[in-house]
């Protein structure tokens, strides 16, 4: 989502005259796009802030901003602190920018931090930074209001917000005509997308049927609303991915109480289920939180079974971070000792590896489409590319180029890559 969100303020500055560069040396204007999801996440700003203190030496002129949602949690307090920020945007006030920069080029200081109902940047052409040329991130909502307990997110992006169909399929289009072949439908909680009568299922039908050479995927979704008629339109349209990121947080029913998840161990099995049946060959990944409050072993060991039940192709884990402003930190206590969320978290990393290493053990044999997105990393004859499953595969080049659809038949792995084959 920052990303899009990056992409989206480099458009606003351009139109205004300002030049992206990617050379920190070169730029008067730095803007720094911040998450606030955990604390660590915050600490490395702070880090990157006392780094920039030596380019504002150098160039005394410099404008540096925070924006994006630390710019929005703390507000007047960045500008007052030691660090020299100028600008403190927050992520509905993006259009605000040029003229908060105009004003600390004339030695002011400038915030905006309102949130709104309404803002979606919907006709606002995103500037594409990544290099691949070959898939790119449509934003299609903003904002969440699902409100669980330990989450920062409802407070630093606001109330949910649907952007207009036409403009995200015109987006869409304008993207594939220029040689995309990957779009990505973006919001903090996808199935809840809602513009007039057009629901998520409709949208992503309207999308996927631009090409059937354009794959569309989505992220996230929230497993209280992922319904049959989403599955029904994914196992209708080959080219809507077999990979759907559900993030679990916990496989405790009790525990997903207490984090305001809205959904029970049972509620989410049968949502696994139904993908199952929809879409066999469908890639699950996840999140969780290890050490949320008042976490039991009982409670940490139901996680690790719902992963094994569920046999996660692939997870991303979070020791809980209390975050200020949220119902958690003032009503649920961070009482999970650290030492105990440390030893949780590296068991469910553990259970994961081995589980991914599994899910890429199974791929061995079988074939895939995968489409190009660059040249591996480690040898220049061979390229990279995901299979629809999102699983990343490194081949033989061939006469292959990026952006290019390879049939690819599975020949070996490690836990983190599929090795692979051209069927010729
Ligand atoms: N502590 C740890 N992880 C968190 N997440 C959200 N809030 C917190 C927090 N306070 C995780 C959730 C979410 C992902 C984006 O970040 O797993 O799905
Ligand atoms: Fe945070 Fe929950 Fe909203 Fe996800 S659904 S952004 S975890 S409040």
């Not at 490395?44 to 710019?71: E, F, H, N, Q, S």
């Not at 920062?152 to 869409?172: L, M, N």
């Not at 989505?218 to 599955?231: M, N, R």
Request: glycine residues 8%.
């Amino acid at each position: 989502m920052n990303v899009g969100d990056t992409e989206i303020v480099v458009s606003v500055m351009q139109q205004e005259g300002y030049v992206y560069t990617d050379n920190i040396e070169e730029a008067d204007v730095i803007l720094i796009n911040t998450c606030s999801i955990r604390d660590n996440a915050e600490q490395r700003i702070w880090g990157r802030l006392t780094d920039l203190k030596r380019y504002r030496r150098a160039k005394p002129g410099l404008v540096i901003g925070i924006i994006g949602c630390m710019a929005e949690r703390l507000k007047e307090k960045l500008v007052e602190g030691p660090y020299g920020v100028d600008i403190v945007s927050g992520p509905d006030a993006y259009r605000d920018l040029p003229r908060l920069v105009r004003g600390a080029e004339a030695g002011g200081k400038g915030i905006n931090v309102l949130l709104s109902t309404e803002e979606t940047y919907a006709e606002i052409a995103p500037v594409r930074l990544d290099r691949n040329g070959v898939s790119a991130f449509v934003a299609i909502m903003r904002g969440c209001n699902n409100f669980c307990s330990y989450c920062v997110v409802p407070y630093t992006r606001g109330r949910e917000r649907s952007r207009d169909p036409q403009t995200i399929v015109s987006e869409a289009r304008t993207l594939f005509e220029n040689g995309y072949r990957e779009v990505t439908l973006l919001g903090q909680n996808v199935n809840s997308y809602k513009a007039g009568d057009v629901g998520f299922p409709e949208l992503m039908q309207r999308v996927a049927a631009i090409s059937p050479l354009l794959r569309v995927r989505f992220a996230t979704s929230h497993p209280k609303d992922i319904s049959d008629g989403l599955l029904e339109v994914m196992a209708s349209m080959p080219n809507i991915c077999r990979a759907i990121h559900l993030p679990a947080q916990s496989g405790s029913t009790s525990m997903l109480g207490r984090m305001n998840r809205k959904y029970t161990r049972e509620w989410y099995l049968d949502r696994v289920a139904a993908i199952r049946r929809y879409l066999p060959d469908c890639g699950i990944t996840t999140d969780l939180i290890a050490g949320f409050s008042g976490e039991t072993e009982e409670e940490h060991a139901q996680t690790l079974s719902l992963m094994r039940e569920v046999g996660y192709d692939f997870a991303f884990m979070f020791k809980y971070s209390e975050r200020p402003g949220t119902y958690a930190e003032k009503h649920l206590p961070d009482d999970v000792p650290d030492e105990v969320k440390s030893q949780r978290l590296s068991e469910i990393i553990a259970l994961q590896n081995e589980l991914g290493h599994a899910s890429n053990l199974r791929d061995v044999d079988s074939e895939f489409e995968v489409l190009v997105e660059g040249t591996s990393k480690r040898d220049k004859n061979q390229l990279s590319g995901r299979t629809s499953q999102n699983k990343v595969v490194v081949f033989d080049r061939g006469g292959h180029n990026v952006g290019d659809y390879v049939r690819v038949r599975i020949t070996g792995c490690t836990p983190a890559t599929l090795f692979g084959e051209e069927i010729v």
